[in-house]
C-alpha cells in the first residue's frame, strides 16, 4: 500500500525551522576542523551524536584507528547513525565529510565565525561542506517529526578526511562494512554542486612523484656537477608541449563541469630541489651547490573513456622518451595512489526520485553533472560495492576552499526541502 503525504506540509516544515538552520550551519562552523592536521574531530563528532541521541537514532563514534592520518595526537574520529521505521523498506544515508582545508589567509570575515549576513553565512567548510550537513540534519528533523512512523530506514554519516582522500573516513567505514548494499540502498552526499543539478559521480586521478637525479657540485663550477633540475626543466617542457596538447584533444562523454574539464589534465601540484628553504634569518645564507636531486609531484585527472594503465603508461613513455634524449638522464617514479572514474547510472531510483523532487521544489528539471574532482562516492563505490549513491547539496563548487567562503540561506533551505521532498517519496 503507497502511503500519502502532504508536500505543502513538509515544504513549509522546512521555512518554518530555517532560524535552526541557520544556528546549526554556523555552529559546526565554529568547530574548526581542519584538514591538515585534522582537528576537533572527536569534537564535532560528539556534538552530532548528542544532536541524534535526541530524536532516538543509535549513535556510534567510530575511530579509524592505524589507518592513514590517524594518530593519537589527531585521531580520525567518524560519526554514524541509524533510526529504523515502523516496518521493513529502504534505507537512505546522508554522508557528510565533517574535516575542511585549512582556512589560509586573505579573509575579510572569521573564517569560524560562522557569520550571518545579507542572506549567507560565512566561514571555512560553509560550502564544503558544513552547509549541506546542516541541510540534511535539518530535513531529517523535520521528515521524522511529521512522519514518525516511516518505513526502512534512515542513516546519516559524519566522516573524516575527504579533503585528503577519505581514507580515514568513508574508506574506513566501507571496509567495515558500513556501506553495505543489502542494508543501505542509496546515499545522498551533499556536496555544493548547486541546488538544481544531481551530480552523478567523479572523474579518475592518479597522482605520483617523479624525481629526476643529478650529481652534487660546487656553484661556482656547475659543470663539474650535474643539475637535476635542469633534467627536471627537460621533463616540465615534455608535458607541456607534447602531452598537454594530446590531453586537450580528448573530450569525455561524461557531462563533466565545467566545460574544460571535458578533458583530462594534469598539474604539477609541487616542485622541490635543492636545500631546505631557510625558516629564519639565523639559518645563514644558502650554500652554492648544484642540486642532485629534484622531485614534482603530478595530478593526473581522467575521464571514464580512459584506463588507468595507459594513464600510467603515457607518463611513463614520456619519461623514456627524455632519458633517450638526454645524457646521464635517471629517474623515479613513485606512485602515490589512484582513484577510478564513478557514475551512477541516471535510472538508478535515487537519481529518479531526487530529480523529481528539484523539479517539484525549483520548477526546473534537474540539471546532470560529474564532478571535476573526486569526492567521497568513490570509496562508496569501489569498497563498498553500493551503486546506488549521488552528491547533491547546497552551494557553489566555485567557493570552495576559497577566502571568505559562504553558503547561501536560501539554497540550504531548497536542498533540505529536496533532501524531506526526497525521503518521502522513499520512506512513506
Known sequence: MVREFDRESLMKSIEDDKE???????KLIQIPTENPPGENYYDICNFLEKRFKNINF????????????DSDKYPRWNFIARREGEC?????????????????????????????????????????????????????ENFIRIHPNYKGAIEISGTADEESGGFSGVAYLAKNGYFNPEKVHHVIIPEPLNKNRICLGHRGVWWAEILTKGKIGHGSMPFLGDSAIRHMSAVLKEIEERLLPVLLERRSSMPVVPEAAKSPSINIQ?????????????????????????????????LIEENLESVKAEIYNLMERVKKERDNFEYEIKELFAVHPSMTEKTSKIVKVVGESITEIIGTPAEFVISPGTYDQKHIDRIGQLKNCIAYGPGILDLAHQPD??????????????MLLSM?????
Open 20 to 26: 535552526n538552520l541557520k544556528e546549526l550551519t554556523s
Open 58 to 69: 543509535s549513535t556510534k563514534l567510530i575511530r579509524a584507528k592505524g589507518e592513514i592520518g
Open 88 to 140: 521493513s523498506g529502504e534505507c537512505i544515508h546522508f554522508n557528510s565529510h565533517i574535516d575542511v582545508v585549512e582556512a589560509g589567509t586573505g579573509w575579510k570575515y572569521n573564517p569560524f565565525g560562522g557569520e550571518v549576513l545579507d542572506g549567507k553565512i560565512y566561514g571555512r567548510g560553509a560550502c564544503d561542506m558544513k552547509g549541506g550537513l546542516a541541510s540534511s540534519i535539518i530535513a531529517i
Open 270 to 302: 609541487s616542485i622541490h630541489s635543492g636545500e631546505a628553504r631557510r625558516v629564519s634569518e639565523a639559518m645563514g645564507m644558502p650554500t652554492p651547490c648544484v642540486p642532485d636531486r629534484c622531485t614534482i609531484t603530478i595530478d593526473r585527472r581522467f
Open 405 to 418: 567562503e559562504w553558503v547561501a540561506i536560501d539554497d540550504m533551505v531548497t536542498s533540505s526541502q529536496v
Open 424 to 428: 518521502a517519496k522513499l520512506l512513506v
